[in-house]
């Protein structure tokens, strides 16, 4: 496993470069004994990219990710593994590598319910509403364990003993926001906290974009309760679009607080009317594999 975590974290190498370089290679093993020669031949990776390569020729680091992963009961997912879903794993924003606490079960439909940290109480209480009934059936709830929305369909399908899955913009063995140090840990009890990091990465701005991409890659229906224009909810919402997802965005009557869904709905985002109609179209977009 040293030589995934290697590849996954060369500085100015990232998803879509890790790939082309897999599906070249085979093996991270054999990335890292490529040599100058071998890796120019490779099309569409920056000399930039095959720079930093060469000069990330150590298992030190990795090493001690390793360590870490063992010391905190950290699980690894390559993606070889079969628990990492093949409609996550098709998506160029997909990592090669995943780091996470809990359980992984691949199930679709599974949803991503997302919106705003300072959520009204109608959003809040139809995220409460659809995360309990998708908790009831079996279908798995993704969000990202943030203030307001993320928080309340969290808790929710929790409640309802259903399968949370939370992405964060850190490492597994630390959470963010602290106040949900409790919901962090129930989580993993029922479901499982996924990162792209590794154990001791604090969280930056970008890292929470990146975030946002594997809510949608790991999901297959998408719904904005609420957001701002510039919102990270929206930036799911747009990667959500590219990666074929099917989107949602919920119906408030409060213009002041419903701009970013307004937008989404004008430019052809089916509304979130009621749970049972959401339901009922569930069934009607299957993930397949990209070519």
Same mark, same amino acid.
């Given at each position: 496993m040293e030589r995934w975590i290697w590849l996954s974290s060369i500085p100015h190498v990232g998803p879509v470069t890790q790939k082309k370089l897999l599906a070249v290679f085979g093996s991270p093993e054999r990335v890292y004994h490529a040599s100058p020669a071998e890796l120019q031949e490779v099309k569409g990776?920056?000399?930039?990219?095959?720079?930093?390569?060469l000069a990330?020729?150590?298992?030190?680091? &990795?090493?001690?990710?390793?360590? #870490?992963? !063992?010391?905190?009961?950290?699980?690894?997912?390559?993606?070889?593994?079969?628990?990492?879903?093949?409609?996550?794993?098709?998506? &160029?924003?997909?990592?090669?590598? #995943?780091? !996470?606490?809990?359980l992984i079960q691949p199930i679709l439909p599974s949803v991503a319910i997302v919106g705003s940290r300072t959520c009204s109480n109608h959003a809040r209480r139809a995220t409460e509403e659809l995360s309990h009934t998708l908790s009831r059936i079996g279908i798995p709830v993704i969000s990202g364990l943030a203030k307001g929305i993320d928080q309340h369909a969290h808790v929710a399908c929790l409640a309802n003993r259903g399968r949370p899955i939370a992405f964060v913009a850190h490492g597994v063995d630390d959470c963010y926001p602290k106040e949900h140090r409790s919901l962090f840990e129930a989580i993993i009890d029922q479901g499982a906290v996924i990162s792209q990091y590794p154990p001791g990465t604090a969280p930056k701005p970008k890292q929470f974009i990146q975030r946002n991409a594997l809510i949608s890659a790991w999901s297959s229906h998408v719904v904005i309760m609420e957001a701002d224009v510039k919102s990270g909810a929206m930036t799911t919402a747009h990667f959500a679009q590219k990666q074929a997802r099917q989107v949602f965005a919920f119906q408030n009557k409060d213009d002041r607080i419903r701009q970013g869904t307004n937008c989404l709905i004008e430019q052809g985002v089916l509304p979130y009317v009621s749970v049972s109609s959401f339901i009922s179209r569930l069934e009607l977009t299957p993930i397949t594999r990209e070519k």
């Open positions: 990776i920056s000399k930039r990219a095959r720079e930093a390569i990330a020729r150590s298992l030190e680091r &990795p090493k001690r990710i390793l360590e #870490l992963v !063992y010391q905190k009961e950290i699980w690894l997912l390559p993606r070889d593994d079969p628990l990492y879903p093949y409609y996550a794993n098709d998506v &160029p924003e997909s990592p090669v590598l #995943l780091y !996470y606490k809990g």
